[in-house]
């Protein structure tokens, strides 16, 4: 008798109202994976645009979306090769998917959760985890003393990034939305962040005070970014792997994201030759295909040996439209979870 599971599918991308939550039957398992009976489910902002077609490794056709979880091992493959063993709590990714009661893994996707931390907290590692220390440790290649601006530093990514940048030895500056936001952050141990307003150059002049900017993490985009690039020292780096300017509501409003896309910023090699800085970007996604790399950041993620992190909200599994509505609206803090009872 084949085991079931529930999970969260779309027909085809387009709209988030096409996600509906279905009954499947689980298949055989692989001889190379593992099988994780999911507790807790990372939301991301890549499910919402890969929801509504806008993001470019959106499969075609019929999918479940979803990159990260947490679990428990209940099965390995006949070939598997791992020190997991059935009954450890794990967290892992996936290339789409996770939004499932069960999943299939390779075993080099997963890790063991800290005896400490919950399953939602194990689900709110991974993916922004990855997101940040790529940011940060391979492209922004950031030292001990270096100044580091990171935007929508109260969001799963910046606030991880803004821990991780205090473990390196760094000094961040975060930005936020709003004073609530600067406030929660001042509780995790930041002094310093700006609640971004209508003159942010001017802002971030003043509060860098005429120290040297070596990096800016970006996930907004329009200008704040150019505005963030251009206060960048001479070597310093953007670093770009977001567009939050451009989150849809249930599906995409095509006419604003061609105003949007048409107003978005253009950097000039040559001026960026002169000026002495860079600009990097990347799509957390590709990394599925580079294995050793993919392997090398989880592990060097979890050497930081960093606090579990903030989980803002939890929502049962059967509520992922309500828990994607609290993600698009901007309003959220940490992380946002849906937990399977």
């Given at each position: 008798?084949?085991?079931?599971?529930?999970?969260?599918?779309?027909?085809?991308?387009?709209?988030?109202?096409?996600?509906?939550?279905?009954?499947?039957?689980?298949?055989?398992?692989?001889?190379?994976?593992?099988?994780?009976?999911?507790?807790?489910?990372?939301?991301?902002?890549?499910?919402?645009?890969?929801?509504?077609?806008?993001?470019?490794?959106?499969?075609?056709?019929?999918?479940?979306?979803?990159?990260?979880?947490?679990?428990?091992?209940?099965?390995?493959?006949?070939?598997?090769?791992?020190?997991?063993?059935?009954?450890?709590?794990?967290?892992?990714?996936?290339?789409?998917?996770?939004?499932?009661?069960?999943?299939?893994?390779?075993?080099?996707?997963?890790?063991?959760?800290?005896?400490?931390?919950?399953?939602?907290?194990?689900?709110?590692?991974?993916?922004?985890?990855?997101?940040?220390?790529?940011?940060?440790?391979?492209?922004?290649?950031?030292?001990?003393?270096?100044?580091?601006?990171?935007?929508?530093?109260?969001?799963?990514?910046?606030?991880?990034?803004?821990?991780?940048?205090?473990?390196?030895?760094?000094?961040?500056?975060?930005?936020?939305?709003?004073?609530?936001?600067?406030?929660?952050?001042?509780?995790?141990?930041?002094?310093?962040?700006?609640?971004?307003?209508?003159?942010?150059?001017?802002?971030?002049?003043?509060?860098?005070?005429?120290?040297?900017?070596?990096?800016?993490?970006?996930?907004?985009?329009g200008k704040i970014?150019?505005?963030?690039?251009?206060?960048?020292?001479?070597?310093?780096?953007?670093?770009?792997?977001?567009?939050?300017?451009?989150?849809?509501?249930?599906?995409?409003?095509?006419?604003?994201?061609?105003?949007?896309?048409?107003?978005?910023?253009?950097?000039?090699?040559?001026?960026?030759?002169?000026?002495?800085?860079?600009?990097?970007?990347?799509?957390?996604?590709?990394?599925?295909?580079?294995?050793?790399?993919?392997?090398?950041?989880?592990?060097?993620?979890?050497?930081?040996?960093l606090p579990a992190?903030?989980?803002?909200?939890?929502?049962?599994?059967?509520?992922?439209?309500?828990?994607?509505?609290?993600?698009?609206?901007?309003?959220?803090?940490?992380?946002?979870?849906?937990?399977?009872?």
């Open positions: 008798m084949s085991e079931a599971r529930k999970v969260w599918r779309t027909q085809k991308a387009g709209a988030i109202s096409n996600l509906k939550l279905v009954d499947e039957s689980v298949g055989p398992l692989s001889g190379e994976h593992i099988r994780i009976a999911v507790k807790s489910v990372g939301l991301n902002f890549a499910d919402i645009f890969a929801l509504t077609g806008l993001y470019s490794a959106t499969p075609q056709g019929s999918f479940i979306p979803g990159l990260e979880f947490a679990g428990v091992v209940t099965a390995l493959g006949d070939s598997t090769q791992t020190d997991l063993q059935v009954g450890d709590r794990v967290y892992g990714c996936t290339r789409f998917g996770g939004y499932a009661t069960v999943v299939d893994v390779p075993p080099q996707h997963c890790r063991k959760i800290p005896e400490h931390w919950s399953f939602a907290e194990g689900a709110a590692f991974p993916a922004q985890s990855l997101t940040a220390y790529y940011a940060l440790a391979t492209l922004a290649a950031i030292k001990p003393g270096q100044v580091v601006l990171i935007q929508s530093a109260a969001g799963g990514v910046g606030l991880q990034a803004m821990r991780m940048a205090a473990q390196m030895g760094a000094i961040p500056i975060g930005t936020v939305s709003s004073d609530s936001k600067r406030a929660f952050l001042a509780g995790q141990g930041f002094a310093e962040v700006i609640v971004r307003g209508d003159d942010f150059a001017e802002q971030l002049h003043t509060q860098l005070n005429g120290r040297p900017l070596q990096a800016v993490l970006d996930g907004i985009g970014q150019k505005q963030s690039f251009a206060a960048l020292a001479p070597t310093g780096r953007l670093i770009v792997f977001g567009a939050a300017e451009f989150t849809p509501g249930n599906k995409p409003n095509w006419l604003k994201a061609a105003w949007l896309y048409l107003k978005r910023p253009r950097y000039d090699v040559m001026d960026m030759i002169s000026s002495n800085k860079s600009v990097l970007a990347f799509n957390l996604i590709w990394l599925w295909q580079e294995q050793a790399l993919f392997e090398e950041l989880l592990d060097g993620c979890a050497a930081l040996d992190p903030f989980v803002g909200r939890e929502f049962p599994f059967a509520q992922a439209h309500e828990a994607l509505a609290l993600l698009r609206s901007g309003t959220s803090v940490g992380k946002v979870v849906l937990n399977v009872t």
